[in-house]
């Protein structure tokens, strides 16, 4: 599986844990994949990083007062990159995507917002000002590859185009397996579209999903279970590595990604 380039405009560039629970977010992805978690920010309802060797691989924060019951969930979420927040919103709107968040800066930190794209899916923009984004991908430990299953590919692939500059590279385009990927002017691929329609449940969204790398899929599957996570999904060769589905410790859903056993 390639590296995603966080600093590809359009690209994804941070992902963040909404957790019931920040503490045992804290200690479960600690013990799984080594990070550690700094303070977090007052300012910023809690807001706190994850580090892996020292560096910001992801943030997370708990619940904050007043929020509403549907965005209560655990989760995980990716941003897209841009250069221009309030530009990228707007062409959100005109291309039929809907405003959770509008544009807000942090600090001196970036510009932050939220939108959902027309298949439903919520979507992360970050503006990056002092902070850059993630600081790895496709190492162990760290993000890997980041996936929207959605039940209207055709429509979210015209929108990720047009509004977030995506070259768009059909992989599949059959009723069996309907696939996409972003793929970066130099090349690269960023991240994959999946024609979810055939089966994700009535009461599923579309989402967008985070993959993370390990060393072991069998092995780092055993032990979320054993740190009180969930399989959802036992690994699985593939082309592009041995995939499974897991929850952590409060129900938050993501994929990891090792080598194949075959």
């Not at 920010?41 to 992801?58: D, H, T």
């Not at 549907?70 to 941003?79: G, H, L, P």
């Not at 062409?91 to 405003?99: D, H, K, L, N």
């Not at 185009?161 to 996409?180: I, K, L, M, N, P």
């Amino acid at each position: 599986m390639p590296k995603p380039d966080s600093t590809v405009a359009g690209g994804p560039t941070w992902i963040d844990l909404m957790t019931s629970d920040p503490e045992a977010a804290r200690a479960f992805y600690g013990e799984l994949f080594g990070w550690t978690a700094d303070a977090g920010s007052e300012e910023f309802g809690g807001y706190f990083n994850f580090l892996r060797a020292g560096e910001q691989i992801a943030g997370g924060i708990g619940y904050q007062p007043g929020m509403p019951a549907e965005a209560v969930a655990d989760r995980w979420s990716v941003y897209l990159r841009t250069d221009d927040a309030e530009k990228t919103v707007a062409a959100v709107t005109e291309r039929g995507g809907q405003v959770v968040a509008p544009p807000m800066p942090v600090a001196d930190l970036g510009v932050f917002a939220v939108v959902l794209d027309p298949g439903g899916a919520a979507i992360g923009l970050w503006q990056p000002g002092t902070h850059p984004g993630f600081a790895k991908v496709g190492e162990p430990g760290a993000p890997v590859w980041f996936e929207l299953f959605t039940r209207d590919f055709a429509a979210v692939l015209d929108f990720y185009r047009d509004a977030f500059g995506w070259t768009v590279q059909v992989v599949s385009d059959t009723d069996e397996f309907r696939y996409a990927t972003l793929v970066s002017a130099t090349g690269e691929q960023q991240a994959g579209v999946m024609d979810a329609s055939s089966f994700l449940p009535a009461e599923a969204p579309s989402s967008w999903w985070v993959y993370f790398n390990v060393e072991d899929a069998d092995a780092a599957l055993a032990k979320i279970v054993q740190l009180g996570g969930k399989a959802i999904r036992q690994p699985e060769d593939t082309p592009y590595g041995r995939l499974a589905e897991a929850a952590d410790a409060t129900g938050a859903p993501f994929k990891i990604m090792g080598p194949n056993k075959g």
